[in-house]
């Protein structure tokens, strides 16, 4: 164990250590420090994006403690440990003490420390590490310093409310600090000590305080505590997020499916007889086609009224009507005889593009001025093909259907005894069938005003950006509808609620390692957030995702990942 002594140094500011001894709000059950004689307790805080969960037992005054100080450091994000980190954890108590001691990875994410503290009373612990590059310090707690083991064990058999009472009795916080840091000069050490670092600033995780409830036999467990070590957390999908206060409308329930707008799916069929060019394009379904491209060269093979029938004939009554404006501009015939070529060439170009011909494809110069030119009205991704290449094709014989699936029309039923309320949506969210995303819209497009009489459902349909492709057509949907004005209420992510044997349950995180099950009741959501009407303080921890492992540590089928004596 490397422990140095240093000199006066500036301990972060009030409103940066975040100290904390007490119970978590509305918890309903407190934790057991892991000591098993008492005075021991344990840690959380974030910072930024580490998480730090610290268990630590009694200390006695002088003596170096027999088991160590655990510091576990999580990545919040992907929840993962913290490698290769340098770990000091720094402590300070009256009057004007201070102690650096660097911790030894125990293994990837955990760090041991056996600090010896020269005088009794309540002390400050904070955790200073560097990281990825990174410095940070991280306020973690206050702990107490015993004078011998007897006065452990009297400890640990009061209640938290006495012993508070006794441990503070006349004494000062605000004092103590002082003393701490008696003869400090603090502007200078900020300067020379926490150039940049980065402080633990964000919002504490209490846990409840380790020293209440000591009832118990010698190494239970708090009632009701699931406990889940920090190296299962590190083995699978886990995440957790505080719950907050939001303003979510209500809802009512609606299902619906996917349809395309307007224009959005479009059947090409041949305008004419004739057989598939096998030398023509070979686009086929899931390519992505543009509007205008074409996707296959039909031969004619009819001769009455067909295409190449049709398109000579524009051809012809486009060479009359160039002749008779160049006559008519000499003075050779008189202007009725030019409007009348120009009337037949509008005839001829209106037979033609009825077929599905183009006026700009008929000229000189062309590949093939005999073969038909199927082309795609709009852009998109071709779904079906039916004609095949070499295929004999009849006059308004469907070939291609082209979906553009870029925004799509969720439809919600809406059943009808919500009929009345209407007029209050506000948008939607849902999801489909196989999956787990919420999509939500806020445009409503149309509000139907006649009840279905088979499924006695009104249809309400809203617009969905679908730049992604990841919704598809005709896909199926569980959907709510947002009505009115929102509702205040304390919130969690959705996916933090189970649904076990029809009870709403969340997973609380009381401490890094220590969880709590609360059946709670819900109210309106969003699809993103849900309201807890009771159950959850704002603030608190709650499981997102792996809620379903600790569910398996409450049932003992999560074995322990480490035995080191708690």
Not at 48 to 73: A, C, N, T
Not at 242 to 264: D, F, K, M, N, Y
Not at 410 to 430: D, L, N
Not at 477 to 488: M, R
Request: proline fraction near 7%.
């Amino acid at each position: 164990m490397n422990m140095r002594a240093v000199g006066p140094w500036l301990m972060c500011a009030a409103g940066i250590a975040l100290w904390a001894c007490g119970e978590t709000p509305d918890s309903g059950e407190t934790v057991a420090a892991h000591d098993p004689h008492g005075g021991g307790g344990s840690f959380t805080r974030v910072s930024g994006d580490i998480e730090l969960f610290v268990e630590y037992p009694h200390q006695i005054v002088g003596v170096e403690s027999e088991v160590p100080w655990e510091i576990y450091l999580t990545r919040v994000e992907g929840w993962q440990p913290v490698a290769d980190a340098g770990v000091t954890l720094v402590v300070y108590g009256p009057p004007g003490g201070r102690q650096e001691i660097e911790a030894v990875p125990e293994t990837p994410g955990l760090y041991m420390v056996s600090p010896t503290i020269p005088s009794e009373g309540h002390w400050h612990a904070e955790v200073a590490l560097s990281a990825g590059g990174r410095d940070y310090v991280i306020g973690a707690g206050e702990f107490e310093v015993f004078a011998s083991e007897e006065d452990v064990h009297v400890h640990a058999g009061h209640g938290h409310a006495g012993d508070e009472a006794d441990a503070h009795a006349g004494h000062n916080h605000a004092d103590d600090v002082a003393g701490a840091h008696a003869g400090h000069d603090h502007a200078g050490d900020e300067a020379d000590t926490h150039a940049g670092h980065d402080h633990a600033d964000d919002p504490a995780v209490d846990e409840p305080d380790p020293h209440a409830g000591h009832g118990h036999a010698e190494g239970e467990a708090a009632a009701g505590l699931i406990t889940l070590p920090k190296q299962e957390q590190w083995s699978f999908p886990f995440a957790v997020a505080a719950a907050e206060v939001r303003e979510i409308p209500a809802s009512i329930p609606a299902p619906g499916e996917l349809v395309t707008p307007p224009g959005g799916l479009v059947h090409v069929s041949s305008p004419v007889a004739g057989r598939i060019s096998v030398d023509g394009p070979s686009v086929g379904p899931g390519d992505r086609v543009r509007a205008e491209q074409t996707l296959a060269l039909i031969a004619p093979t009819s001769l009455d009224n067909s295409y190449a029938r049709t398109r000579a004939d524009v051809m012809e009554a486009r060479l009359e009507a160039d002749r008779a404006e160049r006559l008519f501009a000499a003075g050779a015939i008189p202007e009725r005889r030019a409007l009348e070529a120009r009337r037949n060439l509008e005839v001829a170009l209106a037979a033609f593009e009825a077929i599905g011909g183009r006026a700009d494809s008929v000229g000189e110069g062309e590949a093939d001025p005999g073969l038909y030119y199927l082309r795609s009205p709009i852009g998109g991704v071709v779904a079906v093909r039916d004609a095949a290449l070499g295929a004999q094709v009849e006059i308004g014989e469907h070939a291609f259907t082209i979906v553009n699936a870029s925004t799509l029309w969720f439809v919600a039923r809406v059943p009808a005894r919500y009929a009345a309320e209407t007029h209050r949506i506000r948008g939607a969210w849902f999801t489909v069938e196989g999956g787990a995303t919420t999509y939500t819209s806020r445009r409503v497009l149309s509000i139907g005003n006649m009840i279905d009489p088979s499924s006695r459902t009104l249809a309400v349909r809203f617009g969905i950006p679908n730049s992604s492709g990841s919704l598809k057509v005709g896909m199926l949907a569980e959907g709510h509808i947002l009505l009115g004005d929102p509702e205040p209420g304390v919130a969690v992510p959705a996916s933090a609620i189970q649904d076990e044997n029809n009870l709403h349950v969340i997973y609380v995180m009381l401490t890094g390692d220590s969880f709590e099950r609360r059946v709670v009741t819900t109210g309106p959501s969003d699809g993103s957030w849900t309201i807890v009407a009771s159950g959850i303080a704002s603030g608190e921890s709650v499981v997102t995702v792996g809620a379903y492992q600790v569910n398996l540590a409450a049932l003992g089928v999560v074995a322990p990942a480490h035995d080191h004596a708690h």
